[in-house]
């Protein structure tokens, strides 16, 4: 409703050209947008409805220093819809001032905006992005079209101040079940980082296929990446150490995190396959292309085992600028309690020889190596059944499978995903306390929150964006917002005026019956 009246606007003034647009005179004191319409929603702000910035064909992004990039982003952002040239300068008057200054925490940022101008401040450029995705979604829906609109580019006057409630805001993506192009990749990371989320984690090995090239070990993608290693055959494919460094690249361009994951001691059969020695037996399985899990393990008791792992941490070490390395540790059912204690004894150091910091499903809090190495754990469990993390000591990621694993279903009528967890509409994904789920984890030791999505049933993009939005952005407000900014009502009032955006960008989201659609 929001972006009709916004649009009636702009068709009554029917001005032919865009210099007439900006000469038709002063803003009008209110916007149909208010500083408060934000995914996730900001920590503090006061409007000031009389004092709307308009852009005009003159305005100017003003940044010099390490807030030039970050500059140049938003002006890329605001060119094709607007058709203004927005140059990025370092000096302007009635300009969008993107400003580096001391004071501020990791990622937070503060927004002022006055008739005469805007400003952007952060201690650093990761600060300045998470305001730009602020400011993104303060002028209208149509600023995400890819060619210029009339429209009135008015920013809601008032100041923000904004500061995430966790350093750690995920997403994962398996490629294993199901290889996804680097081109969706990129997509995905697109799509997240607008809403604040700082980390990709990158599920890369399991039972089916094997999806990022190691030199020392080349049959892993020769063979766990040929064709048809997907779920139900379809697909295969693989990173390439190229590939994964751009991707790293293009990630971090966006402040997200990659953290790479290969999967261990358990969910290894396409490297068994590849590497007939990495069984106990020495006899390569059959390749696998069915849904089961827990039949495979590594063999803690042989040296190729070791060798192996060291092998796939170093080079992934190498290639991998993010603190953390994920080794996975889940379901590993066909591993005896005691070899799985050897394998995570010997295996969780080598991360750290490595210069990372282990991560591992929750699995890997059994083991006294996790504390040993300052493991973090990333919980999966389901709520009402919590295996107990806390013996571990370590900082958690929380994952619960009933609220944030995106590959569930919406409901038994919406097609795709799966059931094993439950079905998670948006609500069951936002309304839950990442500070309040583990009683025995303190509040001070939760790292974040990440939302996995398993690729069972995805093939392409579509099904990806389907089954991620708009629940991640759930995940993502728990990670960002404080929580006495928890309000389902607000949340979805927020997430029901979003939808023309995804819509103009091109997303396939779920048009949930629990939030009504602008
Ligand atoms: C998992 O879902 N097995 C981590």
Same mark, same amino acid.
């Given at each position: 409703m929001r972006t009709a009246r916004i649009g009636l606007t702009a068709l009554a003034l029917a001005l032919p050209t865009f210099t007439a647009t900006a000469a038709a005179g002063p803003p009008p004191g209110r916007t149909a947008i208010a500083l408060t319409d934000v995914l996730p929603a900001v920590a503090e702000a006061v409007p000031a409805p009389d004092?709307?910035?308009?852009?005009?064909?003159?305005?100017?992004?003003?940044?010099?220093?390490?807030?030039?990039?970050?500059?140049?982003?938003?002006?890329?952002?605001?060119?094709?819809?607007?058709?203004?040239?927005?140059?990025?300068?370092?000096?302007?008057?009635?300009?969008?001032?993107?400003?580096?200054?001391?004071?501020?925490?990791?990622?937070?940022?503060?927004?002022?905006?006055?008739?005469?101008?805007?400003?952007?401040?952060?201690?650093?450029?990761?600060?300045?992005?998470?305001?730009?995705?602020?400011?993104?979604?303060?002028?209208?829906?149509?600023?995400?079209?890819?060619?210029?609109?009339?429209?009135?580019?008015?920013?809601?006057?008032?100041?923000?101040?904004?500061?995430?409630?966790?350093?750690?805001?995920?997403?994962?993506?398996?490629?294993?079940?199901?290889?996804?192009?680097?081109?969706?990749?990129?997509?995905?990371?697109?799509?997240?980082?607008?809403?604040?989320?700082?980390?990709?984690?990158?599920?890369?090995s399991d039972d089916q296929g094997w999806r990022i090239?190691?030199?020392?070990?080349?049959?892993?993608?020769?063979?766990?990446?040929?064709?048809?290693?997907?779920?139900?055959? =379809?697909?295969?494919? @693989?990173?390439?150490?190229?590939?994964?460094?751009?991707? %790293?690249?293009? /990630?971090?361009? $966006?402040? !997200?995190?990659?953290?790479?994951?290969?999967?261990?001691?358990?969910?290894?059969?396409?490297?068994?396959v590849a590497y007939p020695e990495l069984t106990c037996d020495g006899v390569a399985p059959r390749p696998r292309t069915d849904m089961r899990v827990g039949y495979s393990s590594l063999c803690a008791d042989r040296e190729v085992t070791y060798r192996f792992a060291a092998d796939v941490i170093r080079e992934l070490a190498e290639m991998t600028p993010g603190p953390y390395?994920?080794?996975?540790?889940?379901?590993?059912?066909?591993?005896?309690?005691?070899?799985?204690?050897?394998?995570?004894?010997?295996?969780?150091?080598?991360?750290?020889?490595?210069?990372?910091?282990?991560?591992?499903?929750?699995?890997?809090?059994?083991?006294?190596?996790?504390?040993?190495?300052? =493991?973090?754990?990333? @919980?999966?469990?389901?709520?009402?059944?919590?295996?107990? %993390?806390?013996? /571990?000591?370590? $900082?958690? !990621?929380?994952?619960?499978a009933n609220r944030t694993y995106l590959d569930m279903e919406y409901d038994l009528l919406t097609p795709g995903g799966l059931d094993w967890a439950g079905a998670i509409e948006v609500r069951d994904a936002y309304d839950w306390d990442p500070g309040a789920l583990l009683s025995d984890v303190p509040a001070e030791r939760v790292l974040g929150v990440e939302a996995p999505l398993w690729s069972e049933t995805l093939r392409d993009l579509d099904d990806i964006e389907f089954l991620a939005f708009p629940r991640l952005v759930a995940i993502a407000e728990l990670g960002w917002s404080p929580r006495s900014a928890h309000d389902w009502d607000s949340f979805r009032s927020r997430l029901g005026g979003y939808g023309p955006r995804w819509v103009r960008q091109g997303v396939r989201f779920h048009r949930s019956p629990e939030v009504r659609w602008s």
């Amino acid at each position: 409703m929001r972006t009709a009246r916004i649009g009636l606007t702009a068709l009554a003034l029917a001005l032919p050209t865009f210099t007439a647009t900006a000469a038709a005179g002063p803003p009008p004191g209110r916007t149909a947008i208010a500083l408060t319409d934000v995914l996730p929603a900001v920590a503090e702000a006061v409007p000031a409805p009389d004092a709307a910035f308009r852009l005009t064909p003159d305005t100017v992004i003003t940044a010099s220093g390490a807030a030039t990039a970050v500059a140049g982003s938003l002006a890329a952002a605001w060119r094709p819809a607007t058709g203004f040239a927005l140059p990025v300068t370092e000096t302007g008057d009635r300009a969008i001032a993107l400003v580096l200054e001391p004071g501020h925490p990791a990622e937070g940022y503060r927004l002022a905006i006055r008739a005469g101008g805007v400003e952007l401040a952060a201690t650093r450029p990761a600060g300045l992005f998470a305001g730009v995705q602020t400011l993104r979604q303060l002028l209208p829906a149509e600023i995400e079209a890819r060619s210029a609109r009339h429209a009135r580019w008015v920013l809601p006057g008032g100041r923000i101040k904004d500061f995430p409630r966790y350093a750690y805001r995920g997403a994962m993506l398996d490629l294993a079940r199901h290889f996804h192009e680097p081109a969706e990749i990129r997509a995905y990371i697109d799509r997240i980082s607008r809403f604040k989320i700082n980390h990709l984690h990158l599920h890369l090995s399991d039972d089916q296929g094997w999806r990022i090239r190691i030199d020392s070990w080349p049959r892993l993608t020769a063979v766990g990446g040929a064709p048809g290693t997907g779920v139900g055959g =379809a697909g295969g494919g @693989f990173l390439t150490k190229d590939d994964y460094r751009e991707l %790293v690249r293009y /990630a971090a361009d $966006r402040f !997200v995190t990659v953290v790479p994951e290969i999967d261990m001691p358990g969910h290894v059969n396409a490297a068994q396959v590849a590497y007939p020695e990495l069984t106990c037996d020495g006899v390569a399985p059959r390749p696998r292309t069915d849904m089961r899990v827990g039949y495979s393990s590594l063999c803690a008791d042989r040296e190729v085992t070791y060798r192996f792992a060291a092998d796939v941490i170093r080079e992934l070490a190498e290639m991998t600028p993010g603190p953390y390395l994920h080794v996975g540790g889940d379901e590993a059912m066909s591993t005896p309690h005691g070899a799985y204690l050897r394998f995570q004894r010997r295996v969780l150091p080598l991360v750290r020889a490595h210069g990372k910091i282990p991560v591992g499903w929750h699995e890997i809090a059994q083991s006294p190596a996790a504390a040993e190495n300052d =493991a973090v754990i990333q @919980f999966w469990g389901r709520e009402r059944n919590s295996p107990s %993390v806390a013996a /571990a000591g370590s $900082r958690v !990621v929380l994952s619960p499978a009933n609220r944030t694993y995106l590959d569930m279903e919406y409901d038994l009528l919406t097609p795709g995903g799966l059931d094993w967890a439950g079905a998670i509409e948006v609500r069951d994904a936002y309304d839950w306390d990442p500070g309040a789920l583990l009683s025995d984890v303190p509040a001070e030791r939760v790292l974040g929150v990440e939302a996995p999505l398993w690729s069972e049933t995805l093939r392409d993009l579509d099904d990806i964006e389907f089954l991620a939005f708009p629940r991640l952005v759930a995940i993502a407000e728990l990670g960002w917002s404080p929580r006495s900014a928890h309000d389902w009502d607000s949340f979805r009032s927020r997430l029901g005026g979003y939808g023309p955006r995804w819509v103009r960008q091109g997303v396939r989201f779920h048009r949930s019956p629990e939030v009504r659609w602008s």
